[in-house]
């Protein structure tokens, strides 16, 4: 069964501070991984995505993630951090071909001091 | 706007209670998921559907059911709560690629 793993369960960073969130994942075949955030209050909003040729991905509001297939890992990261990023983020992993379950991560709680 | 409405968005249930958290997406996705989100433990899959009539169970289906009469809705039925399903559920829809459209969540105590 495939699996995620988040290091870091609490993140406590200063605005313009440089951002990773681990991220490792456990399954044996070919995988598409997720990145998704949620704000406080709000529902989770996916910031970027992995299916496959470029393992540097791009998402939304200057996030980026590296997937690394020797490592199993998708990293999430982001030069400067904002106040504004306060939130949790989950990574998420799913075996690719047709339709597979979405397993998420327990979650990383980013809080960004001003 | 397009999007997976979720109701209520509140419900406080007496233990052994039955309830039906109702979702519907107007996306014409065919995937269709609920997840429960509790401190600590992340989101946890209870069922999903890939569509309409075929429904198939996550990691805790325990006390839950669903089904998939038409492709826009996903209702989720507690069939007698307990105080353990006290949590936020999510809905959440998708075309193939899993790339989810979750609903804004319903939080459900059970006293």
């Known amino acids: 069964a495939q699996s995620v793993s988040q290091h870091n369960h609490h993140v406590i960073l200063s605005e313009a501070a440089s951002l990773e969130l681990g991220c490792n994942y456990s399954y044996g075949g070919t995988v598409n991984l997720f990145w998704y955030v949620q704000y406080p209050g709000q529902h989770l909003q996916l910031l970027l995505k992995?299916?496959?040729?470029?393992?540097l991905v791009k998402g939304i509001k200057g996030f980026e993630a590296e997937f690394i297939k020797s490592k199993f890992s998708f990293n999430l990261r982001k030069p400067s951090v904002q106040w504004s990023d306060t939130a949790e983020y989950f990574c998420a992993v799913s075996n690719s071909g047709g339709y597979q379950k979405v397993t998420f991560g327990i979650g990383t709680k980013l809080q960004v001091i001003p | 706007n397009a999007g997976v409405t979720q109701t209520p968005k509140f419900q406080v249930l007496k233990t052994g209670q039955s309830m039906t958290l109702q979702c519907a997406q107007d996306m014409n996705h065919e995937y269709m998921s609920w997840y429960r989100q509790d401190p600590g433990m992340g989101l946890r899959l209870i069922h999903y559907?890939?569509?309409?009539?075929?429904?198939d169970q996550g990691e805790v289906p325990n006390g839950y059911n669903v089904s998939r009469s038409t492709t826009e809705d996903f209702p989720l039925r507690l069939l007698s709560a307990a105080p353990s399903q006290t949590s936020v559920y999510f809905c959440?829809?998708?075309?193939?690629?899993?790339?989810?459209?979750f609903g804004s969540g319903t939080r459900l105590t059970v006293v």
């Open positions: 959440a829809s998708s075309t193939y690629d899993r790339r989810y459209t």
């Open positions: 559907s890939v569509g309409a009539g075929i429904t």
């Open positions: 992995y299916f496959s040729g470029d393992p």
